[in-house]
């Protein structure tokens, strides 16, 4: 088993470009686990040492995330008041040890309906920047991630940045998780609300997406065009109805019902507008 660790992007699409079959790792916190007792026959190329894909930096038109930056990282660094629903997501993502590793840009990639990263990006607009030897691409992330542990990557790509825009407006955000216990937990249910106020304090802008109640997140866009032009105060959360969650599909497995994932669902998402309707 041949086994790389680079230290440029530049030379880990020249070994992906020249063993396309590649195991692509950073944390590794999914890819063992999963492994088992199997041996690996898989090249594996170790990204975790690729310092220039783990910054986190502000550009002209919002906020740069390295791929590699791990929840830690996240979790710890001075953002805008929108992302404060990521980094609650990244304080919850597994035990502290697994924050230390644990790379935004591989939770993306394994893409599980569960991933604690993709309610919060996806009210964020985030988009992913995958790398080749041809060149770069950027994908919104809704096009990245299309179903259970399936990805919009070519064999040849490294996905190097997640992407950002910025807002114009006053911003808050929240994100809420519910599993068997308070934490290292996979969630039966999770949601992440963000809202951006217009000068006259109503709603100018809304998201809101829901985790582990589909095979990929989904923002719900019939409650984000009903909250839209409406007083920012508490009294949102009376605005979202069990309608408004029709675009999901939970399924029954042994953390909960469909139903119980929908109810649980409709209650953070009026628990996450009260709370947000009160900040901005």
Known sequence: ????????VQEAL?????????????????FYPAQGLRPVTRPVIDLSGIDEARTITATADGIRIGALATWTDIAKAALPPAFCCL???ARQVGAVQIQNVGTIGGNLCN???????????LCLDARVELSSVDGVRVL?????I??????????????????IPGRAGACASTFLKLGAR??????IAMVAVLLEADAAGRVAHAAVAVGACSAVAQRLSALEADLRGHLLSPALAERAMAAHLSPLSPIQDLRGTPEYRLDTALTMIRRGLAEVGGLV
């Open 146 to 163: 299309l179903g259970n542990r399936k990805t919009a990557r070519d064999p040849g790509e490294i996905v190097t940045a997640i992407l």
């Open 111 to 121: 893409a599980s309906p569960a991933a604690d990263g993709v309610p919060p990006l």
């Open 140 to 144: 919104p992330l809704e096009h990245f």
């Open 182 to 187: 308070s934490s290292l937990v996979i969630s």
């Open 87 to 89: 980094q609650l997501a």
């Open 14 to 30: 020249a070994l992906l470009a020249r063993a396309p079959d590649s195991v692509l790792i950073a944390g590794a916190t999914d």
């Open 1 to 8: 088993m041949r086994y790389d660790h680079p230290s440029t």
